[in-house]
Nanobody, 123 residues
Framework: QVQLVESGGGLVQPGGSLRLSCAAS????????MGWYRQAPGKQRDLVAK???????NYVDSVKGRFTISRDNAKNTMYLQMNTLKPEDTAVYYC?????????????????WGQGTQVTVSS
């Protein structure tokens, strides 16, 4: 079992900043891909940014230049630095991780989601 715990959400004024964290725990062998998704009320969950174990990143166009995704492989932790926040960034943010965990005598794949953290951008 792999658990992802997010932190860092909250209420911020437009133009402000927040930093989200996602810590993974369990019998993790490798985490190949990690990402942040968000879901606004009445909308589907969409990808915000993702990062590979090698540090390659991808962002949705609406956050390019404002958000920065990073990860600490030694700590199995991922971050999302969000700057110049806008009201349309308001959503529940979820972290995702995919990789392998140790079983009795083999590695098995896993895919896990965090519980979500609320980000509200409002004056």
């Amino acid at each position: 079992q792999v658990q992802l715990v997010e932190s860092g959400g909250g209420l911020v004024q437009p133009g402000g900043s927040l930093r989200l964290s996602c810590a993974a725990s369990g019998s993790i062998v490798n985490i190949y891909s990690m990402g942040w998704y968000r879901q606004a009320p009445g909308k589907q969950r969409d990808l915000v940014a993702k990062i590979t174990s090698g540090g390659n990143t991808n962002y949705v166009d609406s956050v390019k230049g404002r958000f920065t995704i990073s990860r600490d492989n030694a700590k199995n932790t991922m971050y999302l630095q969000m700057n110049t926040l806008k009201p349309e960034d308001t959503a529940v943010y979820y972290c995702y991780a995919g990789g392998t965990v140790a079983a009795i005598d083999e590695e098995v794949p896993f895919a896990a989601w965090g519980q979500g953290t609320q980000v509200t951008v409002s004056s």
